[in-house]
């Protein structure tokens, strides 16, 4: 209590900076066109596995990271942490859009100092929590022979069908345009690790490669992604 007092009212006298002509005391709110410049733009969620495509954010995870995690929710949706696992990340990822999403205006209106935390977008770190662990429950369920089937072949079939959208985009990207910076070569490699991830998945799943061949491959193709 010696030290609460002295700091609220402190708190209470303060003037902040935020962007705004003026600085704003404790009770004004941050306004949301300021915190706008401090979200992710919605299109930065295909930078989530395309690198190059984030918008000067830090959401890139990769397509493996991604492919796993997935696999593993759907794998192990019975269990009750995989759950509450997809629903942080989720959240992490709806909170980063920040003014950009219409969640965040809600609870904009309605929570007290939520505008005193004005960059959502460092709530892709709880996104990325959340897509690590799922990527280990993914990568169980593959080495485990007792779970479902439906799961590996359609991710196999996804990654398939993702590589080849990935090549189509990129030739008519090219034919149409010049490129600006390095995003064909980005797109390029989304469907190379696509492709590759698709063939070591495919082979694990026929038992053509052993569990701990199949996760070595995964973490070098982990490992030349990033």
């Known amino acids: 209590a010696a030290r609460r007092f002295p700091s609220e009212e402190m708190g209470n006298l303060s003037?902040?900076?935020?962007?705004?002509p003026n600085p704003l005391g404790w009770n004004e709110k941050v306004p949301?066109?300021?915190?706008?410049?401090?979200?992710?733009?919605?299109?930065?969620?295909?930078?989530?596995?395309?690198?190059?495509?984030q918008h000067a954010s830090q959401i890139f995870i990769g397509l493996v990271?991604?492919?796993?995690?997935?696999l593993g929710a759907a794998?192990?949706?019975?269990?009750?942490?995989?759950?509450?696992?997809?629903?942080?990340?989720l959240g992490g990822l709806v909170f980063s859009l920040g003014a950009r999403s219409l969640l965040y205006g809600i609870l904009y209106a309605f929570i007290p100092s939520l505008d005193k935390a004005r960059s959502p977008s460092t709530a892709e770190a709880i996104f990325h929590l959340g897509i690590t662990v799922l990527a280990a429950y993914?990568?169980?369920?593959?080495?485990?022979?007792?779970?479902?089937q439906s799961p590996k072949r359609l991710s196999i079939r996804l990654l398939?069908?993702?590589?080849?959208?990935?090549?189509?985009?990129?030739?008519?990207?090219?034919?149409?345009?010049?490129e600006k910076s390095e995003e064909y070569k980005f797109?390029?490699?989304?469907?190379?690790?696509?492709?590759?991830?698709?063939?070591?998945?495919?082979?694990?799943?026929r038992s053509g490669l052993s569990n701990r061949a199949a996760g070595a491959w995964?973490?070098?193709?982990?490992?030349?992604?990033?």
């Open 75 to 89: 794998a192990k949706w019975r269990q009750r942490m995989v759950r509450v696992l997809t629903a942080l990340s």
């Open 160 to 178: 398939g069908f993702g590589s080849l959208f990935f090549w189509a985009a990129l030739l008519v990207l090219m034919t149409v345009r010049p």
């Open 32 to 53: 949301l066109a300021i915190i706008e410049n401090y979200s992710i733009y919605p299109t930065a969620i295909l930078g989530i596995v395309i690198n190059g495509f």
């Open 218 to 226: 995964l973490i070098l193709l982990l490992l030349f992604e990033l």
């Open 15 to 20: 003037l902040g900076g935020v962007g705004t």
């Open 138 to 148: 993914g990568l169980d369920s593959f080495r485990s022979s007792q779970s479902s």
């Open 187 to 205: 797109l390029a490699q989304a469907a190379v690790v696509a492709m590759l991830l698709a063939g070591i998945l495919l082979a694990w799943s």
């Open 65 to 70: 990271a991604v492919t796993l995690a997935l």
